[in-house]
């Protein structure tokens, strides 16, 4: 577990902290606390990107997206989109999904016995899915990519390449619909453009920014989480044992690996909130329209509600009762998704890897930096 976050929920749930951008705000790390934020409409994400808390790259678009948006506004833009996420429309995408991991897989045998699991399947699959499911042409993976990395900087990139590329999606996205429009297909992307041209459920400035935020949040997360689970499982051989004895463990391995791998490792990672009025919390009362940070690690490794958080436990009762995924209206609409890619690319790395290890001393393994999502640089495997 990183230090920052280890840190945080030794320390009061509920504290008042100065990032190291310097903004002063107030740190939840409790599990119960976290969840109070998130779902206690005293806490608003609107109100967090009026005062300017707000530092996702969708902070500096005039139009707030879904995730920036409270009550009913919210409400409508979320309902556009979850259909396409149930949990009816997500098995039927299972076969899908195995046939992309299964071909990744292949590439990846026929070039080893050693690979980077992040370039040659981390990476690759949540992309490859979120572009089938939006209907975005696969050809343009590896510029989107480019552009994403850039997105998704805080530090890594200069402030003035990262809105350029910010820009460069939005375009992107807007020829997209354009394209669409000339010829459909059945893709989520042409649900909204339905949504827009024929029933006016939102403008064409939210259609736009919608689908990039589709298209964004359906990559970077997932291939982050599928990363460090893989990294956990072969720096756990005990762990790695029990799942290969009894693969039915699978779908409760995700939720530890989901519980136990932050996206992040900074202390304040998490979802950003603002207060709308005096509201006593853990404790305290914070005042109103102060900055609050909802630290999902911090939640996730809370001695309370995880005994013995630091310990990474394929059979731990429990471990879906992470927040992870977020909590309460806005709630993660992909996590059915993402649960669904990591369950089958942890079964069938376990099947096809039989002598799966790492390459390199685990301590060698390296996050990225400067980004929102410190995903891993690489993972170095032989069989």
């Known amino acids: ?33 976290v969840r109070t934020v998130l779902s206690d409409p005293r806490f608003s994400r609107a109100e967090a990107r009026r005062i300017g808390a707000v530092v996702i790259p969708s902070a500096v678009l005039a139009k707030p997206g879904i995730n920036d948006l409270d009550g009913p506004e919210h409400v409508r833009m979320r309902r556009l989109v979850a259909g396409a996420f149930s949990a009816h429309r997500i098995r039927a995408l299972r076969p899908r999904i195995q046939q992309i991991v299964d071909g990744l897989i292949a590439d990846l045998l026929d ?15 949540p992309l490859t899915v979120i572009f089938e499911v939006l209907g975005v042409p696969q050809e343009d993976r590896e510029r989107f990519s480019g552009w994403a990395d850039r997105v998704m900087a805080t530090t890594a990139y200069p402030p003035g390449e990262s809105l350029k590329a910010l820009e ?114 853990g404790g305290v009362v914070i005042p109103a329209q102060s900055v609050v940070f909802a630290s999902l690690p911090g939640a996730n490794f809370d001695p309370e509600a995880f005994p013995e958080p630091e310990r990474f436990d394929v059979t731990r009762e429990g471990a879906g009762g992470h927040v992870t ?7 993660c609409l992909g996590a059915q998704l993402a649960r669904m890619e990591l ?22 393994l390296a996050n990225a930096q400067g980004r929102l999502i410190s995903g891993m640089e690489a993972l170095p495997v032989t069989w």
């Open 168 to 281: 460069s999606v939005v375009t992107y996205m807007a020829d997209l619909v354009a394209a669409k429009r000339r010829t459909p297909d059945d893709s989520l992307l042409q649900e909204l453009i339905t949504a827009r041209d024929e029933e006016d459920r939102l403008s064409e400035v939210e259609l736009v920014h919608l689908g990039c935020g589709l298209l964004m949040a359906g990559n970077e997360s997932t291939a982050t989480e599928l990363g460090k689970g893989l990294a956990a499982l072969l720096d756990n051989p005990e762990q790695l044992a029990a799942l290969r004895a009894d693969p039915s463990l699978v779908p409760a391995a995700v939720e530890e690996v989901l519980r136990y791998a932050p996206l992040s490792a900074r202390e304040n990672a998490g979802q950003v909130r603002a207060t709308t009025c005096d509201v006593e919390l």
């Open 1 to 33: 577990m990183p230090a920052p976050v280890r840190e945080a929920w030794r320390q009061a749930p509920v504290r008042e902290v100065t990032t190291e951008s310097g903004q002063k705000g107030w740190l939840v790390t409790g599990m119960a606390e």
């Open 111 to 125: 070039a080893g016995p050693q690979a980077d699991l992040v370039a040659g399947l981390c990476r690759p699959l």
């Open 343 to 364: 369950e089958v690319a942890f079964a069938s790395v376990l099947a096809a890897f039989p002598g799966l290890r790492l390459a390199v001393p685990a301590e060698e």
């Open 325 to 331: 995924f977020g909590y309460g209206a806005h709630r």
